[in-house]
């Protein structure tokens, strides 16, 4: 199957410092991407989706100030946890839509960042 | 939110038992899939079902659908320690023409060995 990586795979940063996460598609394209946290012994909830060359579309509840998404190649998100506090600690998912036809596709997904902030 | 429920949330049983998980959901579905997760890792793609077929089978998988019910379950036949995971039942929602894979709260199988 078609692959999907992230980074970094974990970070601890200081409370108040900016974190940035990427997630690629390394052999398709994708220009929609999905951004999940998951917290220990629960299930993942979509923050976001992004989409290449636009606007992310966040979920309700999920600041856009705090988690910005950029999507500026065919190839690349990246979410950035701005101004990061301990509660922000959890683990970052992201997916890639690869379109294998008229109205189906299939999701892939990266390895997961694990962000700690201290 | 969460699209599904899960139940049940924990299961425990020995080696060669066989593992049931089920999976409500609240909208009307294009498809639903399984996804299992090793601890602190990502997902893995198991099985897909559509809206328009109620049984599926994969190796030791066996995924049942039922869209009057709204709910779907999973079956591991002679379950392993290596079956050890969570597993999670995620729906395809498509809304303002944009697509996104919403998932249930997810069992945590421990198969012991």
């Known amino acids: 199957g078609a692959v999907v990586s992230q980074h970094p795979s974990w970070v601890i940063c200081k409370s108040g410092t900016s974190v940035k996460i990427e997630c690629r598609s390394l052999?398709?394209?994708?220009?929609?991407m999905f951004w999940y946290r998951q917290f220990p012994k629960q299930s993942l909830m979509l923050m976001a989706t992004s989409n290449e060359g636009s606007k992310a579309t966040y979920e309700q509840g999920v600041e856009k100030d705090k988690f910005l998404i950029n999507h500026a190649s065919l190839t690349l998100s990246t979410l950035t946890v701005t101004s990061a506090h301990p509660e922000d600690s959890s683990f970052y998912i992201c997916?890639?839509?690869?379109?294998?036809?008229?109205?189906?596709?299939?999701?892939?997904f990266g390895e997961g960042s694990r962000l700690t902030v201290l | 939110s969460q699209q599904g429920e899960e139940d049940p949330q924990a299961l425990s049983i020995q080696e060669g038992e066989n593992a049931t998980m089920n999976c409500s959901y609240k909208t009307s579905i294009n498809n639903l899939q399984w996804y299992r997760q090793n601890s602190g890792r990502g997902l893995v793609h198991l099985i897909l079902i559509r809206s328009n077929e109620r049984e599926k089978h994969s190796g030791r998988l066996r995924v049942t659908l039922d869209t009057s019910k709204k709910s779907s379950s999973l079956l591991i036949t002679a379950s392993r320690a290596a079956d050890t995971a969570s597993y999670f039942c995620?729906?395809?929602?498509?809304?303002?023409?944009?697509?996104?894979?919403?998932f249930g709260s997810g069992t945590r199988l421990l198969v012991r060995p």
């Open positions: 997916s890639a839509l690869l379109i294998a036809g008229k109205n189906t596709g299939e999701l892939f």
């Open positions: 995620a729906t395809v929602l498509l809304m303002d023409s944009s697509y996104k894979l919403i």
């Open positions: 052999d398709f394209q994708a220009t929609t």
